[in-house]
């Protein structure tokens, strides 16, 4: 076609201004990328969950402030950020109370250092704050025997004089108890420092909270002393296990009150019961010793992070090695032994230390220690043990123990969340093994976010569509909202609709989509197909077939996309490539039937490419064009837009073989040079007149090409029709004459 050969060079340029389609995406844990590896690992709790086992939940309202990365200070509407703001956090404490005035005078007499001048204002500051102030000023220079009277002195007020600095006299006072050597006068105020903000004075600093971590540390002190060159005189063993629970009992006051300072004191206090032999049989004496030693190795090879929300940060970086000398094994024969030692029931917590014992795959002593234990810990790795032993029957009656063992109350049960979620997702993993497709489904869902990339996998590539309908109708109802989840976390409702699309029940689909939005695409699309079948006309069946492909383009992911390969809808689209990490599974996998084979190979997406819907639209468009005039408007745009669909999937092959179908058969068109980049809507009202156009080309070219031929025919039919004429006349004439002869 003449002209179209200068549009080349436009279009390799148009196909080269693709988009990159990847980007990083921080893949959560799965279990079932590999089966074996996940039924044989060990479970850990994290420490923090350990440390509040220990003590009940707090009846008070005490709040820790400790440092922070950014301070918004209500008083100068401002944010602060490192220094300053824990700079600003002190200052807006001290002004608590106080009016502004009050506020700038007291930091003005602080900072002038004359401890008098700040006493001498008794018109202008209340009683306890220039008392307070005073002798924080006196501490500042060294006098802290003056500095105990005046803090004293507050204390001694009545008890409206004494309503903003009580708090902090009290806890100054066990800090310089402490200090002169006074450990009983020290425990006394830290614990009347409590006492004060539970009758409701007030606690800006957090002291209430901070005074459990200072008397823990006069325990920890006391238990140190003991020590001759680090190690535990048999006579002063059963004092250092008492001084030891102390300080654990106090710590985890500070814990599960959010403090992070108390967290890490408690590894301090493990570290330092892991010395050697001595320290751990003197402090083991003591339940709470035992579980924070096993809880915090355990916690050590884990990414010990508690919960956001807690304000805990368990950085496991830091922890000190067990060992070389008194080495991880040690730590758990020292403790077995002492078990067996004192007999059945001295171990506070034996199925942790098996569960110690299992990872150090020391399974002998794992099956000893279990022996003696019960519970869903303890079913667990039993069915740890049998999968490593190959007994999957075995395997199964251990998990099924292990999830109706689970206690009501979290201090009763020795897993926490991220666990028991784990427990009830390895008895699905079980449970396909076992080639109970269904059941294995329930057990994921059952498990939670953590694990949707598994559910999602026996959702969409094991279960065959009716089994998820069937589940979905029972177990998963509809939203109010747009069945929205976090990033990375699906819902069983759409995926299914998602599904039922992609087999074409799109009547089935409907309810299921939880977007209004979506679920009038998903109608519309299935409108489109069924006009492009029943529609008269060609032109109004191409119109219908663009329809379709357009809306498979804009809305196919939310529409039809797979949940993971080979569309990613899981992630927006956005994970570039990756297969199933089942299918990365061994061949001989004990763990996968021949049964998921099967079905994981019949529910393969077609096709099966990245942004597979794009292939469909693209096929749709093709479908369009076939019925419109090659001349039109509409031929082209539609080829334009098909072509633009293929480069952004970088399908360039697809793209090269629409634009050469164009090149071969369309008109040159004004935007032609953009072909396949900028595309114009197809002008399906114009199509009618360019075939009329077609047709009347058509046969003007017939003519000029077969004109003698036409001339020829058209003197034949004429020939014909003469003769036929004069047929007609000559047994007309004939009648007539057989008429009159008659009549005579």
């Not at 030891?244 to 301090?268: C, H, M, P």
């Not at 004496?285 to 508690?306: H, K, T």
């Not at 509409?634 to 999937?649: I, P, Y």
């Amino acid at each position: 076609m003449r002209g179209h050969k200068a549009l080349i060079a436009a279009f390799m340029l148009s196909a080269s201004a693709t988009v990159a389609l990847a980007c990083a995406i921080d893949l959560p844990n799965q279990l079932l990328d590999n089966r074996g590896d996940t039924l044989k690992a060990p479970p850990a709790n994290l420490f923090a969950y350990e440390i509040r086992r220990l003590i009940n939940v707090p009846k008070d309202d005490l709040k820790p402030k400790e440092g922070q990365e950014y301070h918004f200070s209500e008083r100068t509407k401002k944010f602060y950020t490192g220094k300053d703001a824990v700079k600003q956090a002190l200052a807006d404490g001290i002004a608590v109370g106080l009016s502004k005035e009050q506020a700038m005078l007291l930091s003005a007499l602080e900072d002038a250092g004359d401890s008098n001048a700040i006493l001498a204002e008794e018109d202008k500051l209340p009683a306890d704050v220039r008392l307070y102030s005073a002798g924080a000023v006196d501490y500042r220079r060294g006098q802290i025997e003056l500095a105990a009277q005046r803090w004293q002195a507050v204390l001694d007020l009545p008890e409206e004089k004494r309503q903003l600095r009580t708090t902090h006299a009290a806890y100054m006072l066990g800090k310089i108890a402490t200090a002169e050597g006074d450990a009983d006068k020290a425990e006394r105020a830290f614990a009347l420092t409590r006492d004060l903000v539970r009758a409701g004075m007030k606690d800006p600093e957090g002291l209430a909270v901070a005074s459990y971590g200072e008397e823990a540390r006069i325990h920890l002190r006391r238990a140190k002393k003991l020590l001759e060159n680090g190690f535990v005189p048999d006579e002063a063993a059963a004092e250092y296990a008492k001084e030891i629970d102390a300080a654990i009992t106090l710590y985890a006051e500070q814990v599960v009150r959010k403090s992070n300072s108390g967290f890490a004191s408690l590894r301090i206090v493990a570290q330092n019961i892991i010395q050697n032999r001595s320290t751990l049989v003197a402090a083991a004496q003591v339940p709470n010793a035992q579980r924070i030693v096993v809880a915090f190795i355990l916690a050590r090879f884990y990414n010990d992070v508690p919960d956001p929300n807690d304000q805990a940060t368990d950085n496991t970086d830091d922890a000190a090695s067990v060992g070389p000398d008194f080495t991880t094994k040690d730590v758990i024969e020292t403790l077995a032994e002492e078990g067996e030692r004192h007999g059945e029931g001295w171990l506070a917590d034996a199925q942790w230390l098996a569960a110690l014992a299992y990872r150090e795959e020391e399974f002998d002593l794992t099956k000893r220690l279990l022996e003696k234990t019960r519970g869903p810990l303890a079913s667990w790795l039993n069915a740890k043990l049998a999968v490593r032993n190959g007994d999957i029957n075995a395997a199964t009656g251990y998990y099924a123990d292990a999830v109706k063992a689970f206690p009501t109350a979290d201090k009763e049960n020795p897993l926490d969340e991220a666990n028991r979620s784990l427990l009830v997702g390895e008895d699905g993993v079980l449970a396909l093994a076992r080639g109970e497709y269904a059941v294995a489904l329930e057990y994921l869902f059952a498990a939670g976010n953590t694990y949707w990339r598994d559910t999602a996998y026996v959702a969409e590539r094991v279960l065959t569509v009716d089994e998820l309908k069937k589940f979905v109708d029972a177990k998963v109802p509809p939203t109010n909202g747009d069945g929205s989840k976090p990033w990375g976390v699906g819902n069983l409702r759409d995926l299914l609709a998602r599904r039922l699309m992609r087999e074409g029940r799109h009547q089935d689909a409907f309810p299921y989509f939880q977007s209004p939005e979506t679920r009038q695409h998903a109608m519309d699309y299935a409108s489109s197909l069924k006009a492009a079948s029943d529609r008269w006309f060609s032109i109004g069946r191409a119109e219908a077939w663009y329809h379709a492909a357009a809306l498979a383009r804009d809305a196919g992911m939310e529409m039809m996309g797979s949940e993971e390969g080979p569309d990613y809808f899981l992630w927006g689209g956005s994970w570039a490539g990756g297969a199933w990490p089942q299918e990365e599974e061994q061949i001989d996998s004990p763990f996968v039937t021949d049964g998921e084979k099967q079905r994981f190979a019949r529910t393969k997406i077609e096709p099966d490419e990245r942004y597979h819907y794009r292939y469909i639209a693209a096929d749709l468009a093709q479908r369009s064009s076939e019925l419109l005039p090659p001349r039109s408007q509409a031929f082209a745009a539609v080829l334009c837009k098909a072509t633009e669909w293929m480069l952004q999937t970088r399908e360039n092959d697809r793209a090269r073989e629409l634009y050469q179908r164009y090149v071969k058969q369309g008109a040159i068109v004004p935007w032609a040079t953009h072909f396949g980049w900028k595309c114009p809507d197809p002008d399906f009202d114009a199509a009618p007149k360019a075939l009329r156009r077609q047709f009347v080309g058509q046969v003007r070219h017939f003519i000029s090409v077969q004109r003698w031929a036409f001339f020829g025919a058209i003197l034949v039919v004429g020939v014909l029709l003469g003769w036929l004429i004069w047929q007609k006349r000559r047994h007309k004439h004939r009648r007539a004459s057989a008429w009159g002869r008659s009549e005579e």
